[in-house]
């Protein structure tokens, strides 16, 4: 101070200035639109006083230490850009594999595996050998059916099946068909009427507890069909209180013998119940 009698302080006109220019630098701030170029408020060429610092602005970088970096801080996170996404380009060759859907009549006391399947009755094997999808022809297959083994193979050389039998067949009795794009069919004729638990050499066999035993009519051999017929007429005579064809035999027998030489009961009515036949 010049003199003893002076006030310290501002200028007229220049704290107000000051403050003005704090305030809309913050508001700039607030509301994200900060300063390209911080500034620096010189202290004002004032009466100052030894005691007290120059009045000055508080130096802010824009960016930095600022509101606007606290806000998109706490904002949502923006989702990861088109190019952290993993996408697959093209679609890798894939080996077409025909659907199959395999009945009960299809595995019928047999079984399926990963390129076959079978079935059997007493007297034959149905062999069901799976194709690929785009084998359509029967010429482009190779088929050999030997009395102890089976062989399949594609033109191209591929082998379906090339194993030996579990047991003997008649091979020049068999026959196969194609199933386009499906399978080939080979029907078996056995060699013994009994049943198999596999069908080659070193498959799994199958549970013989699980075998229908069951025989169809049509398989049975004629001295077979013979006896079940006889045993279906039997019961159907039972049924009706008339005598089996056992005990009619039996009755013709005696009949023949009544009236013969030196038969006590020659010359009287024949009479089946005189005589204990024991049947």
Not at 121 to 130: A, G, I, N, P, R
């Amino acid at each position: 101070m010049e003199k003893e009698d002076d006030i310290m302080g501002l200028p007229a006109g220049v704290a107000k200035k000051l403050v003005m220019q704090a305030y809309m630098k913050y508001d700039r701030l607030t509301h994200g639109q900060p300063e390209a170029t911080p500034k620096k408020t010189e202290p004002c060429p004032s009466q100052t006083s030894g005691d007290n610092p120059p009045f000055a602005e508080e130096v802010v970088e824009a960016g930095t230490e600022s509101g606007v970096e606290e806000k998109q801080a706490a904002g949502p996170k923006e989702p990861p850009s088109s190019n952290e996404t993993k996408i697959t380009t093209g679609n890798p060759k894939e080996v077409r594999k025909p659907k199959r859907t395999l009945t009960a009549a299809d595995t019928y006391n047999g079984a399926s595996h990963e390129s076959y399947c079978w079935s059997q009755t007493l007297s034959d094997v149905d062999l069901k050998v799976f194709v690929p999808e785009d084998l359509k022809r029967g010429k482009d297959l190779k088929v050999e059916i030997r009395n102890k083994s089976i062989k399949v193979l594609t033109k191209t050389g591929d082998t379906l099946i090339d194993s030996p039998l579990v047991s003997e067949i008649h091979g020049e009795e068999c026959m196969w068909s194609l199933h386009p794009g499906s399978y080939v069919q080979l029907t078996l004729e056995k060699k013994v009427g009994t049943w198999w638990k596999a069908v080659f050499v070193g498959e799994t066999e199958i549970d013989q507890k699980s075998i229908d035993n069951t025989l169809n009519v049509h398989d049975m051999d004629g001295e077979s069909k013979a006896d079940y017929d006889r045993v279906l007429y039997d019961m159907e005579q039972k049924r009706q209180g008339k005598p089996t064809i056992k005990e009619m035999e039996t009755q013709e027998m005696l009949r023949k013998a009544w009236d013969a030489e030196g038969s006590p009961f020659a010359g009287s009515e024949f009479d089946p119940s005189k005589v204990n036949i024991s049947t």
